[in-house]
């Protein structure tokens, strides 16, 4: 299977692509078995863009950044009703 980051599928998360990042990036995460070998962090930060880490800047797991970007993005969807 080609690494996604290589051919250029994988996109970086943004303000209006959380559903679909998130289904990617976790499937990409499991797959290569970055997220149990702890490469997991480096990888999240690199693939949003530079206002969204701010958010996770001093978490101190993959799933605490996991955690709070899930939050962030549930607040704006609920600020869209």
């Given at each position: 299977?080609a690494?996604?980051?290589?051919t250029?599928?994988?996109?970086r998360?943004?303000?209006?692509?959380?559903?679909?990042?998130?289904?990617?990036?976790?499937?990409?995460?499991?797959?290569?078995?970055?997220?149990?070998?702890?490469?997991?962090?480096?990888?999240?930060?690199?693939?949003i863009?530079?206002?969204?880490?701010?958010?996770?800047?001093?978490?101190?797991?993959?799933?605490?950044?996991?955690?709070?970007?899930?939050?962030?993005?549930s607040?704006?969807?609920?600020?869209?009703?």
């Amino acid at each position: 299977m080609a690494d996604l980051l290589s051919t250029g599928d994988m996109r970086r998360l943004n303000s209006h692509n959380y559903g679909y990042w998130h289904t990617y990036i976790e499937s990409y995460l499991m797959g290569q078995e970055l997220w149990e070998a702890g490469k997991a962090m480096f990888m999240l930060k690199m693939m949003i863009e530079e206002d969204l880490v701010e958010h996770i800047r001093d978490v101190e797991t993959p799933n605490d950044a996991w955690e709070t970007l899930a939050k962030l993005f549930s607040k704006k969807n609920e600020a869209r009703f």
